[in-house]
């Protein structure tokens, strides 16, 4: 109704007219909008007295709208494409290769983990940074932003450390001011590598701790990820995470990629220390904890296990499932070729079959229970004597065919 492909009838209640809006009712009448002077030719046929007349009438009705219907048909449906061999992303629109991906996805995480509302899934949420940023000098940050970032990135690269490579990657979601105030206070020995990861690490831990974290929504999938953990089931954690990074936009998961690189390599034991007293693993979930997830329900234990989980398998939570992409590309073709795209759907949560080919099932399926449960019964040597005779008798009574299939004649 909202894009008029079909209207409701005019109606007078109580003398008034009816609100033209959506009833799922038997007293609400509807029409397709492209149908020509509707309401003329019915009036005229409707005006007629015979039986026969009346019946014609309302045959044309029923040609007018099925003549809409293949309208409207012809408009939706997707044209096959002349190419076996096309570029999909030349094909389809960046819109609708996005919502396949986001339906399959949402579909498979639906399959790994017990969600009890669904309104956060599915509905798409652009998260925001909200950080609280000091006030600057618009003019200093301006003419020199581009020039220090471009200094530290080339100091990076002069070096060949993978510590420093992920510190400067991450960088580039800092603000201007930040850039500019490490580069202030960048050490005189540039041979001094510990003061700059001293100095690195000390100003995007203090970035991280000051905005919203990074997954801060779908708290559900976080309880569900983390159970999995308690569980023992890491496999399908990883491909639950896999799955639930998948969900987030680009530009916030490029930057959790990178923090989550830089976090991964600032924690091994024999990279720079972070501090004397304690173990770098240690130091870095404590600090960045709360600029990757902060959800108030899930325990603290819980939340621990998650981001040192994340930490540990940094090279393989941004991998996509090749399943899922195998069943995204397969879509993608049959919207492009103008096929069913729910032929196949995807995760199958059952298996369509015959009507014969169940009626054959079951009885197969049933008679293989039951030899199952005779033969329980029969080798059951926990059962005395007369309890045995029984059960055996009450089977018999029931299925005296599997039971005579089972010990003969």
Known sequence: ????????????????????????????LYRFTTIPNQDSQLGKENKLCSPSRYADALFKSSDMRSASLEDLWENLSL?????????????????VISEVWQEETIGRLLQLIDLPLLDSLLKRQEMIPKVTQPKRQPDLVNNRNYLDRGI???????QEDEWLSSAIDCLEYLPDHMVVDISRNFPEQPDRIDLVKELLFDAISKYYSSRE?????????????????????????LEATQLF????????????????????????PSEFKLQQESENRMVVKRIFSKAIVHNKNLSKGKTDLLVLFLMDHQKDVFKI?????????????????????????????????????????????????????????????KLSTKEKKKLLGQFYKCHPDVFIEYFGD
């Open 321 to 381: 499932p090749g399943t899922l992409h195998k069943i995204v590309s397969v879509k993608l073709m049959d919207i492009q070729k103008g096929r069913d795209p729910n032929r196949d759907t995807g995760y199958i949560y059952c298996q369509r079959i015959d009507r014969s080919d169940y009626s054959d099932r079951t009885r197969k399926t049933t008679k293989d229970e039951l030899l199952n449960l005779l033969k329980n019964i029969d080798e059951d040597s």
């Open 79 to 95: 044209k096959p494409a002349n190419s076996p061999h096309v570029n999909i992303s030349a094909a389809l629109s960046p819109h």
């Open 152 to 158: 530290l990135k080339a100091y990076s690269d002069s």
């Open 213 to 237: 974290p990074l997954l801060n929504h779908l708290s559900d999938v976080h309880n569900g990820i983390a159970e999995l953990l308690v569980n023992g089931k890491t496999e399908i954690a």
């Open 245 to 268: 990074l998948k969900l987030l936009d680009s530009q916030n998961r490029e930057e959790f990629r990178r923090l989550l690189y830089f976090m991964a390599v600032a924690a091994h």
């Open 1 to 28: 109704m909202d894009y008029k492909v079909f209207e409701a009838v005019p109606t007078k209640v109580f003398g008034k007219d009816k609100k033209p809006t959506f009833e799922d009712s038997s007293c609400s």
